[in-house]
């Protein structure tokens, strides 16, 4: 029978005796009858504090919004915020706390901010002295499929800080192995195992609901999507934010979606299909507008290559319509966030062809999964 990282709690009871607790978590922290981490914890543990990712604790904060310290109603635990004025727990926070948990069910794309959330804090545990937990739990779009170009450290970020490719194929109990080894956290980790999870498995597979991590991942058709369109969120092109759709649609106000269609037919895309749709986002870019679009549907997630389609997608639009453009740097000096999101300048700048720059993808996803296929905790 299928069980997360923290059912199996009891089996590894003796890591908690006598040491104050801190948790990292947020509402996909649960066990398959919703009962949340921090509950379980607190019954179990002497658990004292907790920590917000992005979204909060509860989960009831949109993208970007920073957050400061309080106090958890339910729990009265004190909670510190990992996305507000810093990302990293400070020597103040790990004063409180003896060992730190992690669980959150991630969506197994490195621009996902949550796995920079976990490597912080390994690095806090590492520079305090504390060990860390890791309640592990499925990788949603399969534990085999590596896809993208690896990223260049030059670029790295908030949502990408190590050379991983935009589709890992890792548990976060895996990744966080890599980290600690591979690029040299070397903290005291202890990952909490699931049981019965293939590495052929995707979220969909699983005889468990889907809890939203963040308010635009609502489903997990979205989690294919958002390895394909999230790159938009360094254009002028929406994303689909502020729609029932997010990320599984794109436009603007200035696309034309029928042409766009007709040219992404010639590439014979596998595993996909394409309708063209009118939109208008409630909230982010191009509020209120109405934008002419696409909609993506993944027909087979195996057969997929959502990170090729995606940037077939950009090279496609930049080509096609004039309007297009990349948007400039949030911060003056800062780097763009397409090269953030990509990992390089190479789409930027077109430094490949379309066809080039598949082939690169191919080859550093061959190269990353090599790597990574030493950190596997779980078979096929």
Known sequence: MFKVGIENIDQHIELFKNKRVGLITNPTGVTSDFTTTIEVLANKTNLVALFSPEHGVRGDLQAGVHLGTYTDEKTGCIVYSLYGETRKPTKEMMDQIDILCFDIQDVGARFYTYIYTMAYAMMACKEFDKEFVVFDRPNPVGGLDVEGNILDIEYRSFV??????????????????????????????????????????????????????????PTTDTLYAYLTTCYFEGTNVSEGRGTAKPFSM???????????????????????????????????????????????????????????????????????????????????????????????????????????????????????????????????
């Not at 800062?334 to 993808?361: P, V």
Request: with cysteine; hydrophobic share 35%.
């Open 160 to 217: 990408g800080y190590y050379p991983l490719t935009q589709r890992y194929g890792l548990t976060l109990g895996e990744l966080s192995m890599m980290y600690n080894q591979e690029f040299e956290i070397g903290c005291k980790l202890h990952v909490v195992k699931m049981e019965d999870w293939s590495r052929a498995d995707h979220f969909s597979d699983l005889n468990r609901h889907w809890v939203l991590p963040s308010p635009n991942i």
């Open 250 to 380: 794109f436009g603007a106000p200035w696309l034309d979606a029928d042409k766009l269609i007709d040219e992404l037919k010639k590439r014979s895309l596998k595993g996909v299909e394409f309708r063209k749709v009118y939109f208008t986002p409630m909230f982010s870019k191009h509020k209120d507008d109405l934008c002419q679009g696409v909609e993506l549907f993944v027909t087979d997630v195996k057969a997929y290559k959502p990170v090729s389609t995606g940037y077939t997608l950009i090279y496609l639009i930049r080509d096609l319509f004039k309007e297009f453009k990349f948007l400039d740097p949030y911060r003056p000096g800062g780097k763009q966030m397409i090269d953030l999101l990509t990992g390089s300048d190479d789409m930027k700048n077109k430094r490949y062809s379309l066809d080039e720059m598949l082939d690169k993808i191919d080859k550093d996803s061959l190269e990353f999964k090599t790597k990574k296929e030493r950190y596997h905790l779980y078979e096929i």
